[in-house]
């Protein structure tokens, strides 16, 4: 005689994005964005969904949102795909679809060195453009001088990260006021 097991099942909350399309990114779906910050802080330990499609339409995203509910140990039931990530089988999908993932992560990671490469190749210079040889002379007048890195950069309306450049390249073994 096989014994029956009882499963109590307590439900944390509800979830819901209503009249907000499953195809738009995370942040634009606050009740999925909750969702996945009460996964992180372990408020539940299993999603239940009707389908895979109600956690996202994009591949990306919805391989996102996965990877993001099994680094925090949650557990995926969707009932149309009868998928059930609390078994065996379920993992082995799991475990699928995060192969996929990372295969599309490196396959993107890919195209973008190759259209940067084919970009050099062409002349085309990458990074934002050069500030004039006359204004960077000024800033490190500036700089020698004492002043700091905001008012030298609001002075002369450039960005912060421009004077640091600066500064940095001042400072290293190929200053050129310190060679002449």
């Known amino acids: 005689m096989r014994k029956r097991a009882v499963i109590y099942v307590r439900v944390s909350g509800e979830y819901r994005d209503a009249g907000i399309s499953g195809a ?5 779906r606050p009740g999925l964005d909750q969702m996945l910050k ?8 299993v999603v239940m969904a009707w389908a895979i499609d109600r956690l996202g339409r994009s591949l990306i995203d ?14 995926l039931y969707l ?3 009868s998928i059930d990530t609390t078994t065996p089988a379920g993992k ?3 475990q699928v679809t995060g192969a996929f993932a990372e295969f599309e992560r490196s396959m993107i990671r890919q195209r973008v060195h190759a259209g940067l490469k084919r970009a050099v190749e062409q ?3 990458l990074g934002r453009p050069k500030i004039a040889e006359a204004l960077e002379k000024r800033i490190q007048t500036q700089l020698r001088a004492g002043k700091g890195i905001l008012k030298v950069a609001r002075e002369f309306g450039v960005g912060t990260g421009t004077v640091q450049r600066i ?4 400072s290293g073994p190929f200053d050129a006021a310190a060679a002449a």
């Open 24 to 28: 738009k990114e995370r942040e634009n």
């Open 38 to 45: 009460d996964a992180s802080k372990r408020r539940f330990d």
């Open 62 to 75: 919805l391989l996102g949102t996965i990877q993001t509910l099994e680094a925090c140990g949650v557990d």
């Open 79 to 81: 009932d149309q795909q």
């Open 92 to 94: 082995l999908m799991f």
């Open 123 to 125: 002349g085309k210079q």
């Open 167 to 170: 500064k940095d390249e001042m």
